[in-house]
């Protein structure tokens, strides 16, 4: 006889952590989780930072259909064209700056990174690497890496040498970058080290001291990419003071993941062409992935990019999703803060414990919130950006409730 579902996951799924959530999930339609029990809970993290069309979205649900009546997996990335596949670069780079045209598909936010910074190694020719405290970029080697917390990194060292770590925001520090990088790598918002937004002109004075040195800037916008911070790509919010008229900082490589693939697995690295080129000569297949850019995630990922684009949900995180968490929410005595941009925001509490029960109520009155990795008193708020205003303003009531009683 079959064990319970529970049962299976307790005895042999591996686990993250000796406490899960371990919900049994039944489906999951738009802003909204349907557990076993009965209940229905407000993914107000979307996947962290995934479902940001929420749950099942028609027309990415369709895509996958036709998709899968066509074919699956037929040959390794990078040898037969794929209409799925082309399509998707193609659009991609029509809603990016001139310079990244070139896409490289992979399957998850950590080997996006890891193309990265090979591409990086491979093109300049150096081997160091320079990334900032808090950042998080994958839990592979070489993306943990540059993961800027001693407690992920220290029970796997040695992990890659030559890797120079400074303060995240810091324009003085930057001084440390000399004709040795090959890559500085960086959120634009760091999302795991606690939703933390870099000061106005310092990823400008980054850029600038990349064009110096000669090392390759990589953005990791894997959280913060596809819409959710208010632009379609968080390096498009303008980096000057208030008022000053600076243009947005173009990265050299631009790593994706999470929401990219419209709740299937995909990520990419998009570079130029000739710096792209690297990886197919010296030797030929620098870079091989067997599934990376699935026929079915890129016809996934193609429609969730045109329902972003139709439906102007980056828009919508800036004009109606941050400033109703914001009025809901600051100014509340055990709020100390409301970090971040659009609907990628972290509501800092006073304390660890606090922290806890408030999420812990929310969760019991049917809105799932969450914590970064590296913070214990920031709430992770990210709901799907299309969530309707009825949800989201339930949502933050239930919120408030819990503050109050906390
Ligand atoms: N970079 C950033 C900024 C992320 O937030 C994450 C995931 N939280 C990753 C990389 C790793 O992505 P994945 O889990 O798909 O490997």
Redesign the pocket.
């Known amino acids: 006889m079959l064990s319970s579902v529970s049962d299976a996951f307790a005895r042999h799924v591996a686990w993250t952590s000796d406490r899960p959530l371990g919900f049994v999930l039944e489906r999951a339609d738009g802003p909204f989780l349907y557990l076993s029990d009965g209940r229905r809970v407000v993914d107000f993290i979307a996947g962290?930072?995934v479902s940001s069309l929420g749950h099942g979205h028609p027309k990415v649900r369709q895509a996958i259909h036709d998709q899968v009546d066509r074919h699956l997996h037929a040959m390794v990335y990078g040898e037969f064209v794929q209409a799925p596949q082309a399509r998707l670069a193609e659009r991609l780079a029509s809603v990016l700056p001139p310079s990244l045209d070139t896409v490289y598909f992979v399957n998850?936010?950590?080997?996006?990174?890891e193309g990265a910074l090979k591409l990086a190694k491979k093109h300049t020719g150096r081997r160091r690497l320079v990334a900032f405290e808090r950042?998080?970029?994958?839990?592979?080697h070489g993306?943990l890496s540059v993961t800027g917390r001693d407690v992920y990194r220290d029970p796997f060292l040695p992990l890659l040498p030559d890797v120079t770590f400074l303060p995240f925001g810091d324009v003085q520090a930057l001084s440390a970058l000399d004709d040795t990088v090959a890559a500085v790598i960086t959120?634009v918002i760091?999302?795991?080290g606690g939703v933390r937004v870099p000061p106005p002109g310092w990823l400008a004075a980054l850029r600038r001291r990349c064009d110096e040195t000669g090392a390759l800037l990589i953005f990791?916008?894997?959280?913060?990419g596809m819409g959710r911070t208010g632009r379609l790509f968080a390096f498009e919010h303008l980096d000057g003071p208030p008022g000053s008229d600076v243009a947005p900082v173009v990265p050299d490589v631009l790593?994706l993941?999470?929401a990219f693939g419209g709740g299937m697995?995909l990520?990419a690295f998009v570079a130029a062409a000739p710096v792209m080129a690297t990886l197919r000569h010296n030797p030929p297949l620098s870079h091989v992935t067997t599934f990376g850019g699935h026929p079915v995630c890129c016809a996934a990922g193609l429609a969730a990019l045109e329902v972003l684009l139709d439906e102007r949900l980056a828009e919508r995180a800036a004009t109606v999703i941050e400033p109703t968490i914001r009025a809901a929410l600051e100014g509340h005595p055990l709020v100390t803060a409301v970090r971040g941009r659009g609907a990628m925001l972290g509501l800092e509490l006073v304390d660890a414990e606090t922290t806890a029960r408030v999420v812990g109520q929310c969760l019991d009155d049917g809105v799932l919130l969450g914590w970064t990795?590296h913070s214990d008193r920031l709430v992770r708020l990210a709901p799907p950006l299309n969530i309707p205003e009825d949800v989201l303003h339930d949502a933050l009531a239930t919120i408030r409730r819990a503050l109050d009683a906390a």
Do not use: R
């Not at 950042?135 to 592979?140: A, K, N, Q, R, V």
């Open positions: 962290i930072a998850s936010g950590t080997e996006a990174n950042s998080y970029h994958g839990d592979t993306s959120e760091q999302g795991e990791d916008e894997i959280q913060s790593t993941a999470k697995p990520g990795l």
